[in-house]
């Protein structure tokens, strides 16, 4: 039996799965605007998984329900949706205590967690992630809402007091900005979503969010908890395709903040869209071409260890994956060897299987795409060098060690988003760093050395390239406390728990000269609690 055909018998019929990981199938037929469930009669979008079923037709992508496919019409219900609950500032969750939006926030994820099961059953059967890393990303996200609550409950702390300058008394806090369209990556469909719409939202903005388009029935069960945990209008969903019901969006100037996971010719066409550019403000997450650097000092079997989990985590369908490898050519045999091994002994198998590594991939055209960037090297120069790489049966790909990679090369340049693996040879430490110069991405970088006075020659050049420098460590995100951001096109503003609530919001003071009148009033609007805004209680 050949490779693709152990591969493609994989797949298995619907009776043998276990029966804790079936699914019934959910056909979504309404959407949450203005505070109402609203019911939708018109054409639906049918969701597949990558996960094929045999059947007398040959493998078939298993049917795991329907959404609706809105209009442009009800999105823009939606939107005066948002703009009638914000107010201009004035609507009852932007001028809510603090206080009160955590209790707010504390309800929902209560609902939330409730959904825990058929939301990890949904990730995991909607793009292929493994069961544990499902239920990862789910744990991962209420712990992400936990922490940004602990961190605006820290703000508001430091906020409470008043500050004294040159004879004028002020307090300074943080308030919202307006309405927010949230719209989130197929990947993490999850968690990167909430990294962006729960500070949105608990810092007192209006949200309007479309979940991706791979990814999408997983935040059904959600929906009834977000109208129950919060006022009308506070958070509306926008359905349909992209390209329908966002451009219009953006082009009415009232989408105050754009918060986006994906890729940079999308959100450079959704901000170009807005006819006042300096009144929106953008918090992107976008392309990214990670590489690590193997220098002849590294410590090979680590340096092997962290590259395929850094590449091949969830089949490197992440932008903080390493996604080229530049190695040292003294080492370079050595490293393509334990490569390959490494690359061997990984497990392929279905999403609920203990231990997979390898899953079936969401996007159905991503297997032919990745066959073309093996084509193209190959006709450029390089080889497949794994055994089995490339190996492809319907949504599998089994990963592909692909060297030596070059310039003229689509791997060289294109974020392959994908289980394919380019390594480049180096002689002089000089040619990684031109690669990262030249690049249009900067979002992290590993290195891989023992030399002290190596990892320092490279940590000064690197860190003014990519926000994130690795030492002897994968590219990642989390812990979710540090800064995570790009340069160049991989990404505009910050998120982390700190660095997303001040992105969602803006600065605002009360000031007055420090008389006695003036301190009169100011005491006596405190001691009554008659301002939200103005106020000395202290959240423990």
């Known amino acids: 039996m050949?490779?693709?055909?152990?591969?493609?018998?994989?797949?298995?019929?619907?009776?043998?799965?276990?029966?804790?990981?079936?699914?019934?199938?959910?056909?979504?037929?309404?959407?949450?605007?203005?505070?109402e469930m609203k019911q939708w009669d018109g054409p639906v979008s049918e969701v597949y998984s990558p996960v094929c079923i045999p059947t007398s037709e040959g493998?078939?992508?298993?049917?795991?329900?329907?959404?609706?496919?809105?209009?442009?019409?009800?999105?823009?219900?939606?939107l005066d949706a948002a703009l009638a609950a914000y107010d201009n500032g004035r609507g009852e969750w932007p001028t809510m205590s603090v206080d009160n939006r955590i209790k707010s926030l504390e309800k929902f994820v209560y609902k939330?967690?409730?959904?825990?099961?058929?939301?990890?059953?949904?990730?995991?059967?909607?793009?292929?992630?493994?069961?544990?890393?499902?239920?990862?990303?789910?744990?991962?996200?209420?712990?992400?809402?936990n922490a940004t609550i602990d961190g605006l409950k820290d703000i508001d702390r430091q906020s409470s007091r008043f500050e004294m300058a040159e004879g004028i008394v002020a307090q300074v806090r943080?308030?919202?900005?307006?309405?927010?369209?949230?719209?989130?990556p197929f990947n993490y469909p999850l968690n990167e979503t909430f990294t962006t719409l729960i500070p949105a939202l608990i810092m007192g903005n209006t949200i309007l969010f479309k979940p991706p388009k791979h990814?999408?029935?997983?935040?059904?069960?959600?929906?009834?908890?977000?109208?129950?945990?919060?006022?009308?209008g506070v958070v509306n969903t926008i359905y349909g395709r992209g390209s329908d019901v966002t451009p219009g969006l953006m082009q009415t100037g009232n989408i105050n903040v754009l918060a986006f996971i994906g890729s940079s010719k999308v959100a450079n066409?959704?901000?170009?869209?807005?006819?006042?550019?300096?009144?929106?403000?953008?918090?992107?997450?976008?392309?990214?071409?990670?590489?690590a650097i193997i220098t002849k000092h590294a410590d090979l079997k680590l340096a092997v260890s962290e590259c395929i989990l850094g590449a091949l985590s969830f089949n490197g369908q992440r932008c903080t994956a390493i996604k080229i490898i530049f190695v040292h050519k003294e080492v370079a045999d050595e490293f393509l060897g334990l490569l390959s091994q490494a690359v061997e002994n990984l497990k392929i198998g279905l999403p609920w299987e203990k231990d997979v590594k390898i899953t079936p991939l969401?996007?159905?055209?991503?297997?032919?795409?990745?066959?073309?960037?093996?084509?193209?090297?190959?006709?450029?120069?390089?080889?497949?060098i794994n055994e089995n790489g490339g190996v492809t049966s319907e949504s599998f790909v089994f990963p592909a060690v692909v060297y030596p990679v070059n310039e003229k090369m689509k791997l060289y340049r294109e974020e392959q988003f994908g289980p394919i693996i380019p390594v480049i040879p180096f002689e002089s430490i000089e040619?990684?760093?031109?690669?990262?110069?030249?690049?249009?991405?900067?979002?992290?970088?590993?290195?891989?050395?023992?030399?002290?006075?190596?990892?320092?020659?490279?940590?000064?050049?690197?860190?003014?390239?990519?926000?994130?420098?690795?030492?002897?460590?994968?590219?990642?995100r989390g812990p979710d406390v540090f800064p995570f951001t790009g340069r160049k096109d991989s990404a505009e503003g910050t998120l982390s728990v700190h660095d997303a609530l001040r992105s969602f919001s803006i600065r605002s003071l009360v000031a007055t000269k420090l008389n006695e009148t003036n301190k009169q009033l100011i005491n006596e609007i405190v001691n009554d609690n008659d301002s939200n805004f103005l106020s000395t209680k202290y959240i423990l």
Request: with cysteine.
């Open 112 to 145: 939330m967690s409730e959904q825990r099961s058929l939301i990890v059953k949904l990730i995991m059967w909607e793009i292929g992630k493994s069961y544990a890393d499902s239920a990862k990303e789910f744990d991962r996200t209420i712990e992400y809402i």
């Open 215 to 232: 990814g999408t029935l997983l935040h059904y069960p959600l929906l009834k908890a977000f109208q129950e945990s919060f006022p009308k």
């Open 269 to 291: 066409g959704l901000k170009k869209s807005h006819p006042k550019v300096n009144r929106l403000r953008a918090v992107l997450s976008l392309d990214a071409k990670n590489a």
């Open 431 to 476: 040619e990684p760093i031109a690669y990262q110069i030249d690049s249009p991405h900067g979002m992290q970088v590993s290195i891989f050395s023992n030399d002290a006075k190596e990892i320092s020659s490279l940590i000064d050049p690197f860190v003014n390239l990519v926000s994130r420098v690795n030492i002897n460590a994968q590219c990642q």
């Open 2 to 35: 050949s490779f693709q055909d152990q591969i493609r018998s994989l797949f298995i019929e619907e009776d043998r799965i276990p029966e804790e990981f079936r699914i019934e199938e959910v056909h979504q037929r309404e959407y949450l605007s203005n505070g």
């Open 174 to 184: 943080r308030s919202p900005l307006g309405v927010v369209l949230c719209m989130g």
């Open 362 to 384: 969401p996007e159905p055209h991503k297997p032919d795409y990745l066959k073309e960037c093996i084509d193209d090297a190959k006709a450029n120069g390089a080889s497949v």
């Open 59 to 78: 493998l078939k992508r298993k049917l795991i329900g329907t959404y609706p496919i809105c209009t442009e019409k009800e999105a823009m219900e939606s």
